[in-house]
């Protein structure tokens, strides 16, 4: 083994390994494997046309230079974004920890205890600094949360505002700009009309069904919204408020003022900026509304042996269900961010968080008095951590900004020649003092000099919070680093990730996300750019983004690419959008038929919807194809009408279908669009390209294939890429020059979560063209191996014409339910007494398991993985056979806790032994359930989403 060949770290099966696998699967080599299972007619013709492999200290060189080429200046901008303190005991036990990073999202509650107190710990924050009820466990950023809170005002119309029609949302004028630009994103194809004015101007009408709002404004103002809201209920129309969660602990929250929604960024809590992203929004509402509200809800529920448990409640899976009726289509969303976000508040507490929130009103309320000292006028009448600055007739704008940024600070300007100042908790005395000195000399003023910060102000009284917040134990216990260490692993305890066993998740791609490849995320000249600096400050920033770029066009074969969206289905609405935009440029805008497979992620047809399509379903023949005479009928059908056929390649069913470019021909020919879902591009990757099978637009989840981790439910990143008629339609931005003058953006950051990239960047260069073609081999050999070795017992639902599957396969599970009463749910839950994490239940094919093993693992854990599923089948056979109980079974009680096994009682008809050590290796290393099964439906009728004591939930 070439020791420093990163890809002999990426993949997990050793040569000797491969030889005998391919032995067990029954072909001679890699390549005929790869032959038979491709397709010959979409096989590249040539390789890669990308750099050659690094080793890690190689890119970690190159990598230090690009972040070199960034500088970190002190940012003043705000507008959404602010510098932080990542506690260094969060930055150190999460994000820099792979059990919290690369854990996925926690649908398989028993072993995700940890992540799921976390994100409760963050709803129970947002619903106490909001004063909401009910929060989610977050959203992708702000501008998003405003679009889902329209739309979700929306959806809330009274019968009577249905029937009339009421469409207008009212947006006051001073939002942020990005937030704008989302929201006309977003309305237009709902048929949803957006009213830009200023509230207190405002006559609330008839057809208003919802109103948008900032608490502070954009200019950093603080109003009372009180008269308007109640004067927008009285005419049933909802409101909607953005606001700034430190901002919350010194003023009247927004549920105090009657908000029916209460919205933003989460990201001065601790996480970076990171030149835009990634950074968790948050979204809280009123209890009545518990089944509108978009994302996931973390509920407090019970297990089997009624002991407390959390668990994802009510829309867990809702796009799977309501699939084009879906309120959204918000799947991945930033959980790893939240989970920091929540330990934040936990670790500084509600008196920490207030301090820093006085710390911060005191330094705005000095710089105000100062710099009015000096002649200028500060137009704010009440403000928390921002002022707007009127220069005087002698100071010219220019020269405050070429002094700031000789200073090597960055202030906010507006286009009618103001300043803006945000400070932050990172601001202190020298940087008040630089700040002064600006100002002084721009206008020839003696330079004053501050020597302490008094913090003796807080906000005025009649705007004053006076209600307490975070008074739950949690906010109160963990102050010292000692204690927060121990608390964060404790959580990290209870949950299986990356580093406990494989996570052979179908569809999901949990695949290595190396150390290397993670480091760089740390560093501040990554995660300490605001994204509205300018250009020249973020030079390594644009540096690898542009190289990544052409990287993701060349792996794809299409034109150009888009960073902005943030999760895989962001990018699915992104590119749908493009398409829409296209047919509209041609004079077309009537086509609007979405053709979406039966078998597609609920994702496809939500996000559909959301991009004002008519989802229009074509169903898969018996060997789980797509049924390619139907796709032609309703092509044909609709060819006045259709706009796109959104496939995912290969199928969710694991299969390379031959027939994928006959399908893009239908398509082409009645006039629409192929958009490709780029969720399992990791069996393309060097071997095919969305391009070579005839699609125009694709989205990767590089959070899947290009090694981003799931961090339990996010960061993700969904990159759109189009083919060379599809780049002027790329999403743009208002406030930065993003080089696309496309559709409007469709995310608050111009390059959206711009800090992660750098993972899929040292991705791509350490595995260079060939690594990332053997990865992908390697993934389809892993996939057949697994196939191969489970086929008898369970059998593998769909395979390709020469009888292979692609990186993943379903296995098939419902014979076992007939024949001896066991589920696929059951049989989840005993792969956790064996410490492994489910494969994906019951998608796309209900009572089914999907096995996606990925190039990542070894030979030695697929096996471990191949006979722990096989040991379950015997277990199975017993109940079958009546050689154990119908009932009282291993797998009908699984998992098995240590408290259930350590009980004084033991009724079973197996023995303690057969539960907990089915097999050998497990006496050497097991992972202890922390929770029983745990009960959805108890947790669905009594729904509680937040960290009250014990006793609430009785
Ligand atoms: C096939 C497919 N499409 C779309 C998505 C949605 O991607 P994301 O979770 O990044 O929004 C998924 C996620 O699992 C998927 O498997």
Redo the contacts with the bound molecule.
Sequence with gaps: MAVDKFVSRHIGPREEDIQEMLKVIGVQSLDELIDQTVPANIRLEKPLNLSNGLTEREYFRKILKIAQKNKVFNTYIGMGWYDTITPAVILRNILENPVWYTSYTPYQAEISQGRLEALLNFQTMVCEMTAMPLSNSSLLDEATAAAEAMHMMYSLRSRAQEKAGANVCFVDELIWPQTLDVLITRAEPLGIELKIGNFKDAEVAENWFGAILQYPNSNGEIVDYSGFTSMAHSKGCKVAVATDLLALSLLTPPGEWGADIVFGSSQRFGVSMGYGGPIAAFFATRDEFKRDIPGRIIGVSKDVNGKNALRLALQTREQHIKREKATS?I??AQALLATMAGMYAIYHGPEGIQAIAERVHNIALLLAREITKLGYTQLNKKHFDTIRIALPRHVKREDIEWLSLDLEMNFRYFANGQVGLSVDETTNIEDINWILEVFAKAANKPVPVIDSIADDRSVDDDIKRKSKFLTQEVFSKYRSETEMARYIKRLEKKDISLVHSMISLG??TMKLNAATEMLPLSWIEFNGIHPYVPKNQAMGYHEMMEELRRDLAEITGFEDVSLQPN????G?YAGLLVIREYHKSRGESHRNVALIPSSA?G??PASAAMAGMKVVVVPCDDFGNIDVEALRIKAEEHKNDLSCFMV?YPS?HGVFESSITQMCEIIHQNGGKVYM?G??MNAQVGLTNPSRIGADVCHL?L?KTFAIPHGGGGP?V?PICVAKHLVEFLPAHSVMNNGHVGIHAVASAPWGSASVLTITYGYIKMLGADGLTEATKIAILNANYIAARLKDNYGILYTGENGRVGHEMILECRHLKTAAGISETDISKRLMDYGFHAPTLSFPVHGTLMVEPTESESKEELDRFVDTMNAIFDEIKEVETGVADATDNVLMNSPHTAEMLTANEWTHPYSREKAAYPLEWLRENKFWVPVGRVDNAWGDRNLFCTCEPLESFK
């Excluded at 999760?567 to 962001?570: F, L, M």
Aim: charged share 10%; aromatic share 0%; net charge negative.
């Design positions: 289509n799947c991945t569809s999901c999760s895989g289905a962001a699915e992620h994702t496809n995912t969710t879902d969720a399992n989840n959070h993700g969904g």
